[in-house]
């Protein structure tokens, strides 16, 4: 399956923008649909920021793609053949949505949600057709990061996911096959390290400037290139084992999320959003931090691209 030609992104929160973007680049025309004019103004800062990382990525441009910006669900979704949700975690929210989403489109069109971790057959149970619903999860930026989980429901069909596989792939993007599990593959893996700095910050093993540090250089250079499970065989099954047989047993199992991110949120320290948290940012630095994220994450996508998959 080639590219929808038309296509929907309900919800212009954190990802919507950049997916409708890459989208678009690859000759979609898409409707970018949100609840009030102000979300959408931001969206379309957004957008346009998300173009110009893409033009600095050198990706080509194919004939037909636009981003309009819609207030109307309805008219966002006439003629769609895929919809990608992208509302906030709510899975009420998402239910009542999804909703609203059969009842217009088209009886062959895929509906993807870009939920980070509710299970896909939970938020499929009051759907009359789950066979068409799939998780698509993109990582955050969308528009950087060409990485994206499939995830089948219960109900799921094999052809919708054959057909998102090879609508993934006409963008660039690969396109990772998972069984269904709370938090995907991504998000579980992430906070297992999140959870271990956490720990290692709260006992004051190191701080969060040396914890960047070690996790960036000594953990995610050489995850960047071979990946864990090609780690562990270069470095060999019986040092893993070896290692393993002692340090697992020290590894953080908190259940509960730190105390420590609860008493920062508690205080309303919630990150650059805030402009304090685990880090203390002066008036425009956040700007400053997140441009120089942006930048950093298209250098680092040049230098992988052009390496040999290994």
Same mark, same amino acid.
């Given at each position: 399956? @080639?590219?929808?030609?038309?296509?929907?992104?309900?919800?212009?929160? @954190?990802?919507?923008?950049?997916?409708?973007?890459?989208?678009? *680049?690859?000759?979609?025309?898409?409707?970018?649909?949100?609840?009030?004019?102000?979300?959408?103004?931001?969206?379309?800062? %957004?957008?346009? /920021?998300?173009? $110009?990382?893409?033009?600095?990525?050198?990706?080509?441009?194919?004939?037909?793609?636009?981003?309009?910006?819609?207030?109307?669900?309805?008219?966002? &979704?006439?003629?769609?053949?895929?919809?990608?949700?992208?509302?906030? !975690?709510?899975?009420?929210? $998402?239910?009542?949505?999804? $909703?609203?989403?059969?009842?217009?489109?088209?009886?062959?069109?895929?509906?993807?949600?870009?939920?980070?971790?509710?299970? #896909?057959?939970?938020?499929?149970?009051?759907?009359?057709?789950?066979?068409?619903?799939?998780?698509?999860?993109?990582?955050?930026?969308?528009?950087?990061?060409?990485?994206? !989980?499939? #995830?089948?429901?219960?109900?799921?069909?094999?052809?919708?996911?054959?057909?998102? #596989?090879?609508? =993934?792939?006409?963008?660039?993007?690969?396109?990772?096959?998972?069984?269904?599990?709370?938090?995907? %593959?991504?998000?579980? %893996?992430?906070?297992?390290? &999140?959870?271990?700095?956490?720990?290692?910050? !709260?006992?004051?093993?190191? +701080?969060?400037?040396?914890?960047?540090?070690?996790?960036?250089?000594? %953990?995610?250079?050489?995850?960047?290139?071979? /990946?864990?499970? *090609?780690? =562990?065989?270069?470095?060999?099954?019986?040092?893993?084992?070896?290692?393993?047989?002692?340090?697992?047993?020290?590894?953080?199992?908190?259940?509960?999320?730190?105390?420590?991110?609860?008493?920062?949120?508690?205080?309303?320290?919630?990150?650059?959003?805030?402009?304090?948290?685990?880090?203390?940012?002066?008036?425009?630095?956040?700007?400053?931090?997140?441009?120089?994220?942006?930048?950093?994450?298209?250098? =680092?996508?040049? +230098?992988?691209?052009?390496?040999?998959?290994?």
């Amino acid at each position: 399956m @080639s590219m929808p030609k038309i296509s929907a992104v309900i919800g212009s929160g @954190s990802m919507g923008p950049g997916i409708a973007a890459l989208l678009a *680049r690859y000759g979609s025309q898409v409707r970018l649909n949100d609840i009030s004019e102000e979300a959408l103004a931001r969206a379309e800062q %957004v957008c346009a /920021g998300a173009t $110009k990382a893409l033009d600095q990525l050198d990706v080509p441009v194919t004939p037909g793609g636009s981003v309009t910006f819609e207030l109307d669900q309805t008219k966002a &979704l006439e003629g769609a053949t895929l919809i990608i949700e992208a509302i906030p !975690e709510r899975i009420d929210l $998402k239910k009542q949505v999804l $909703k609203q989403i059969e009842a217009v489109v088209a009886p062959d069109a895929i509906i993807a949600t870009n939920t980070s971790g509710i299970p #896909i057959s939970d938020m499929a149970v009051e759907m009359e057709h789950p066979e068409r619903f799939i998780g698509m999860h993109w990582s955050n930026p969308p528009h950087l990061i060409p990485m994206i !989980e499939l #995830i089948k429901g219960e109900k799921t069909s094999d052809a919708v996911q054959d057909d998102l #596989i090879e609508i =993934v792939r006409a963008f660039g993007y690969e396109a990772v096959v998972e069984k269904e599990i709370a938090g995907f %593959v991504e998000n579980r %893996v992430l906070y297992a390290v &999140l959870r271990e700095c956490m720990a290692m910050l !709260e006992e004051g093993i190191a +701080t969060q400037q040396d914890l960047d540090t070690c996790v960036k250089w000594g %953990v995610g250079y050489k995850l960047a290139v071979i /990946g864990p499970m *090609r780690l =562990v065989d270069m470095a060999g099954l019986d040092i893993y084992e070896a290692v393993g047989s002692y340090l697992n047993a020290q590894l953080s199992n908190d259940a509960e999320v730190s105390p420590l991110v609860t008493r920062l949120t508690q205080a309303n320290k919630l990150g650059m959003k805030t402009g304090d948290g685990l880090y203390s940012y002066d008036n425009g630095e956040v700007a400053e931090k997140r441009a120089d994220i942006i930048q950093g994450l298209i250098e =680092v996508r040049k +230098t992988l691209s052009s390496i040999k998959p290994i």
